[in-house]
């Protein structure tokens, strides 16, 4: 059974710049989520994608966007970067109804 | 709106002694709650969970009880390691209309000295 997966692992970029983050569920899950987590604090939500829909968004500006795919893998989109979207961006696969998610090793993004 | 409060760290304790990392939630209606783990430089791992009142998850020696009446979900470890040194976050499921999105405490560090 293969985990979840993302990448880049590692990413630089100056400010107003766009980012694409992208994310391999776990066999078998059809919903993604993302989630910020900046240095030093939990997690927070972004959004949630089930069935290629958004199906859930947290408190993030419309700059932050995202896309699933039929074959259940996402990508997170990051318009015109600002120095505090510098953080590790996780995300995160689960069943359809089901509460339990299981997490990616992350991508850290700098933003200079 | 629901919310987890956990003990603030750094945690630091001796090989072999007791754990206790505090954690208290606040919701409405009944939420599962997971405890998950972070290494130093790695993603969130699942350590335990529990769906209901009384539940006790367990896993690695770690266990926390869901206890309703104090709105709590403390983990708990008889003999810590110094592989446990890792970040410790306290997270319960939040019902939406259509989906479950976690809301997490802020972490607690824990630092096992040999």
């Known amino acids: 059974e293969t985990g979840v997966t993302q990448s880049p692992t590692h990413l630089i970029k100056t400010r107003g710049q766009q980012v694409t983050l992208r994310c391999s569920s776990q066999?078998?899950?059809?919903?993604v989520s993302w989630y910020q987590q900046a240095l030093g604090q939990g997690p927070q939500f972004i959004f949630q994608?089930?069935?290629?829909?958004?199906?859930g968004r947290g408190n993030f500006p419309p700059r932050f966007s995202g896309l699933q795919f039929p074959n259940y893998s996402s990508e997170l989109n990051v318009n015109a970067l600002e120095l505090d979207d510098s953080a590790l961006y996780l995300c995160?696969?689960?069943?359809?109804?089901?509460?339990?998610?299981?997490f990616g090793p992350g991508t850290r993004l700098l933003v200079l | 709106g629901n919310s987890v409060t956990q003990m603030e760290g750094p945690v630091t304790l001796s090989e072999e002694a007791f754990l206790t990392i505090n954690c208290t939630y606040t919701?409405?209606?009944?939420?599962?709650l997971f405890w998950y783990v972070q290494y130093p430089g790695e993603g969130l791992q699942l350590l335990l969970k529990?769906?209901?009142a009384d539940d006790k998850g367990s896993n690695k020696g770690f266990e926390a009880t869901y206890r309703k009446e104090t709105t709590s979900f403390h983990l708990e470890k008889g003999s810590v390691q110094v592989s446990d040194s890792a970040v410790y976050f306290c997270?319960?499921?939040?019902?939406?209309?259509?989906?479950?999105?976690?809301?997490w405490g802020a972490g607690t560090k824990l630092i096992i000295k040999p």
């Open positions: 995160a696969s689960s069943t359809e109804g089901f509460e339990t998610q299981y």
């Open positions: 919701a409405t209606g009944y939420p599962s």
């Open positions: 529990a769906t209901k």
């Open positions: 066999s078998g899950h059809n919903t």
């Open positions: 994608y089930y069935r290629e829909e958004e199906n």
């Open positions: 997270a319960l499921s939040d019902q939406g209309d259509s989906n479950y999105q976690l809301i």
